[in-house]
């Protein structure tokens, strides 16, 4: 009978397993597998899911109370000089006393095994699952058996994947700069004749800076070397155009080719997904 409130590890898991049949399912033997493993891993391994609570157990009888046993103690024990924390009762009227105490229902679990009772259920509950798909796969193991193979069918679907890939292998991809541009997907801007105006009006601010420099005429030289530096850029920006244009281009031609070939490398693997067996 203790005089404290003593701490106890007795209380529930910490983390109580969900029931396996409601959580191991499957629609075929290697999801089975992976199902029962995953169960396995989250629940079961998992050691700190088992660790007890703490719960607090009161007093079953505090000092004040200890004079409801005096009739059962006589001369038998000098309560006054009882340090202990703890002393023991016997004769039936105690026990009958001691079992009206209001122990907490974690103790009573505890000491009947309640959860380890309960995992025990759930080792029944796996082993079934697990007898069931062994059984399953037994049977369809035995069909494969006596199950009678077209061969004939086979041969003609290899005939046919044999000819594709044949016929993809030797396929022409069509995927030179030339096949491409004359495909129609990508365009060249001809700005050629922009360029020769350009040219044109730079030669005629030439020509202008030619006479005003017969004539000595410092002024109009200067306004026609900034009228040529002018007319000069606007060639040299369209020219710069022309090549960012065709720069871009290229790429885009090269991006073209590396789809064709990885389509074309896609379609052989589907038809022979491992050519070194």
């Known amino acids: ?9 007795v209380g529930p898991f910490k983390k109580i397993p969900l029931n396996p049949e409601a959580v191991i399912k499957a629609s075929d033997s290697e999801s089975f597998i992976n199902s029962l493993i995953s169960y396995n891993s989250k629940y079961l391994s998992n050691k700190a899911n088992f660790s007890r609570k703490t719960i607090i157990q009161e007093a079953l009888f505090g000092i004040d109370e200890i004079n409801f046993f ?18 023991i009762l016997y004769g039936d009227p105690i026990t009958k006393s001691v079992d009206q105490i209001n122990i907490r229902k974690e103790i009573y679990d505890f000491i009947n095994f309640t959860d380890i009772n309960m995992l025990d259920q759930y080792n029944d509950k796996i082993n079934k699952l697990c007898d069931k798909w062994i ?18 069918k086979e041969e003609e679907q290899l005939e046919r994947l044999n000819k ?40 005629k601010e030439i020509l202008k800076l030619g006479q005003s420099t017969k004539e000595k005429n410092l002024p109009l030289i200067n306004d026609n070397i900034k009228n040529s530096y002018r007319e000069c850029k606007m060639v040299e920006n369209s020219i710069k155009q022309f090549d960012n244009e065709i720069t871009a281009l290229k790429r885009n031609l090269l991006k073209e080719r590396n789809n064709i070939q990885k389509n074309h490398n896609s379609k052989i693997f589907v038809l022979y997904p491992n050519p070194f067996l």
């Open 164 to 203: 594709d890939l044949r016929e993809e292998k030797e396929r022409g991809l069509h995927d030179s700069d030339e096949e491409l541009l004359n495909s129609g997907k990508f365009k060249i801007n001809d700005i050629s004749s922009v360029i020769i105006n350009e040219i044109e009006s730079l030669k």
């Open 135 to 152: 059984e399953k796969t037994s049977k369809d193991v035995d069909n494969y058996k006596i199950k009678t193979i077209d061969h004939q």
């Open 70 to 87: 005096k009739p059962f103690f006589s001369n038998t024990y000098s309560l006054k000089t009882f340090e202990a924390k703890h002393f």
């Open 1 to 9: 009978l203790f005089h404290n409130a003593p701490k106890i590890l």
